[in-house]
Every structure is written in C-alpha cells, then in structure tokens.
C-alpha cells in the first residue's frame, strides 16, 4: 500500500522560510511531485523530481525561491521554500507518478498525500 504523509507546513511572515518533507512508504524511485490549492482556485503544479534525483522542473512563480530534493535512502522527499510570499499561501500536497516521463500536470500522479497548511503573512 502506498502512503505519502507530507509534514512542515505552519505560518511565517513574508520574506521567511519553510521547509515541506513527503515521507512515501510502499514505492522507491519514481517520479515527484508538489502541488498546491489556495481556497477557490484550482490545484497548480510547483515542482518535480525525477527518481534519481538528477532532474528537477519549477513553475515559473517559484523558480529561485523554492527547491525539490529528495533522499532515496530515506524515501523522502522536500520542498524548501525561500522568501515565501503571500501568495504562496495554500494546502501543499506531494504526490507520486508511477510514470517514466515527468510531468507537471496534477490528474497524471496517481497518489497524493493529505496536505499541509502553509500561510505566508505580509
């Protein structure tokens, strides 16, 4: 059985520091993604990670700011987030493709963990 259980998320200021950690038991190795849901929008793509680690993909609002990583050895996998804004207020979720080709689209993953709260104050 798979579980992805995502932890780290709270409240900072603006400007501050928060880092995720997806922790996945049941699968190694494949594909991750982070995705997040603001109230009334809908699930937007923020990063993936291949298996191995080597290749990682941004959207464009997070790029400089945010960095995926992963330890295999752990089966976990992290998001560092860097001068967060207010807009980066949302659930953050992190979820797995059992697919070879990464993608950034939400409805290709095929588990995802419950979700963690992170709000950005200005």
């Known amino acids: 059985q798979v579980q992805l259980v995502e932890s780290g998320g709270g409240s900072v200021q603006a400007g501050g520091s928060l880092r995720l950690s997806c922790e996945v038991s049941g699968r190694t190795f494949n594909n991750m993604g982070w995705f997040r849901q603001a109230p009334g929008k809908e699930r937007e793509f923020v990063a993936t990670i291949s298996g191995s680690g080597r290749t990682t993909d941004y959207t464009d609002s997070v790029k400089g700011r945010f960095t995926i990583s992963r330890d295999n050895a752990k089966n976990t996998v992290y998001l560092q987030m860097n001068s967060l804004k207010p807009e980066d207020t949302a659930v953050y979720y992190c979820?797995?493709?059992?697919?070879?080709?990464?993608?950034?689209?939400?409805?290709?993953?095929?588990?995802w963990g419950q979700g963690t709260q992170v709000t950005v104050s200005s």
């Open positions: 979820a797995l493709d059992r697919g070879l080709r990464m993608t950034n689209k939400a409805y290709e993953y095929d588990y």
